[in-house]
């Protein structure tokens, strides 16, 4: 049994270094946009499409993931693809236009889409049911290192080696956690010590288009995939590319104090994952709760930071910035409410369905963002009334996914109940 304990954990936070990696790619455009801008003259329009095409590629992934990470397992879905990973961080840094930056987002984006289902489904299957929302939750925060590192951290080492270089040696650090994770991971244990874990099931592609029609008959499957679509959406796209220039043209802050607030973004999200995983599995119990004060919580920071002057209290941004991240720390309850949905045989169909919408969302909120800014406003598209209507439309969003929210069924206390329905 301890070796069975300390294999556990040695390969959740393999998993997670590699989350960590895809979580840095996500948002490093944010604080080297003003790089990317006089290197590539790039105008808003192609500043979105390039950070939007990670999301592209990385939704588009999620339709294979969903048909074969239960049947093929994760150490070798997670390794191939990161082997793209690598390749996509070299295209973009050696990058002279937007046609080529955006193939190596691409490349990014479909290298990193197994990254977080895989470790998800490593849990679900070396830790068993319990707690699953607070351990995943842990797996978020961990990963939010990586925003971290792309913020504060990856301003500093722009500015030493450039923007280009420090791409390249980000393609080297993939390749060797690539190569950890290959050698540490199995994909189940021989022994589990907490009862019977579920076997692989088959790679048929009738039995797996089965199962997904039985998940998206699911009226809560729609639902919490429209709150995902809306909470990381809107979450990721301020976080990875809109808040820099809101923070460095509107209230005109330096780009070092910009990756300060940026990182204290990811901190409230670090602090705010693991404490709504407590909150729901432990506390309250209850995912529905817990997923619905999130969204009405970054909805209100949202409309707040939408009423800011120019030159606000770098104080006041830190809060509202951090609370921000706080709260969207609820956003992985999803992935336990949809699991408990399921049969725990098909957890990784089931996760992996809804964080199709999640990287959709994002991809659409990245760009949608930037269109309407840019028709809204087409002579001040980085404009503060710009950044306000967008702001506002955000918190609207989020307020009324809330609402929706209120008709999903509490799993919590009904697993036994959901799993004989199934």
Same mark, same amino acid.
């Given at each position: ?144 290192? #990586?925003?971290?590192?792309? $913020? *504060?951290?990856? /301003? !500093? %080492?722009?500015?030493?080696? @450039? ?5 390249? +040696? ?81 209230? #005109?802050?330096?780009?070092? $104090? *910009?990756?300060? /607030? !940026? %990182?204290?973004?990811?901190? @409230? ?5 693991? +404490? ?86 994002? $991809?659409?909120?990245?760009?949608? %963002? ?53």
């Amino acid at each position: 049994m301890r070796f069975v304990i300390s294999r556990r954990w040695a390969i959740f936070f393999t998993a997670c270094l590699l989350f960590v990696l895809s979580q840095f790619y996500r948002a490093s455009i944010a604080v080297i946009t003003p790089d990317l801008i006089s290197d590539l003259g790039l105008d808003i329009s192609g500043l979105s499409l390039i950070s939007a095409s990670f999301f592209y590629a990385f939704a588009v992934m999620q339709i294979p993931i969903s048909m074969y990470l239960d049947a093929i397992g994760p150490r070798i879905a997670m390794t191939a693809l990161s082997l793209l990973g690598v390749a996509g961080a070299l295209v973009f840094a050696y990058g002279d236009s937007v046609g080529t930056l955006v193939a190596g987002r691409l490349l990014l984006g479909a290298g990193t889409a197994c990254s977080l289902m895989g470790t998800l489904k490593l849990i679900t299957l070396w830790f068993g049911p319990l707690r699953f929302a607070t351990i995943s939750a842990l797996v978020l925060s961990f990963g939010t290192l #990586g925003n971290i590192t792309a $913020a *504060t951290p990856l /301003v !500093l %080492l722009v500015q030493s080696i @450039g923007w280009r270089m420090t791409f390249v +040696v980000f393609s080297g650090i993939n390749l060797l956690l690539t190569m950890m994770f290959f050698v540490v991971v199995r994909d189940r244990p021989k022994d589990p010590d907490y009862g019977e874990i579920p076997k692989s099931v088959s790679a048929d592609l009738r039995e797996i288009l089965a199962n997904l029609r039985s998940l998206i008959r699911e009226r809560d499957y729609w639902i919490i995939s429209l709150a995902t679509f809306c909470r990381y959406g809107i979450f990721a796209a301020v976080q990875a590319l809109w808040a820099g220039p809101y923070l460095m043209t509107v209230i #005109g802050i330096s780009p070092v $104090a *910009t990756g300060n /607030v !940026l %990182l204290l973004m990811g901190v @409230g999200l670090i602090i705010g994952s693991p +404490v709504c995983g407590w909150f729901s599995d432990i506390l309250f119990k209850t995912r529905k709760g817990v997923m619905i004060a999130g969204l009405m919580g970054m909805s209100l920071m949202l409309a707040v930071l939408a009423c800011l002057p120019p030159g606000a209290n770098i104080a006041v941004l830190s809060a509202l910035f951090f609370g921000f991240g706080l709260f969207s720390g609820a956003g992985l309850i999803v992935y336990a409410h949809i699991k408990e949905r399921m049969p725990v045989q098909y957890a990784g169909t089931a996760m992996t369905g809804v964080n199709l919408f999640t990287m959709i969302g994002v $991809a659409v909120f990245l760009q949608g %963002l930037g269109n309407l800014m840019q028709s809204l406003y087409p002579g001040e598209a980085l404009g503060a009334p710009a950044f306000k209507a967008a702001f506002l439309f955000c918190a609207a969003c989020l307020a009324l996914t809330s609402g929706l929210y209120f008709v999903t069924v509490e799993t919590i206390g009904k697993r036994k109940t959901l799993s004989k329905r199934k």
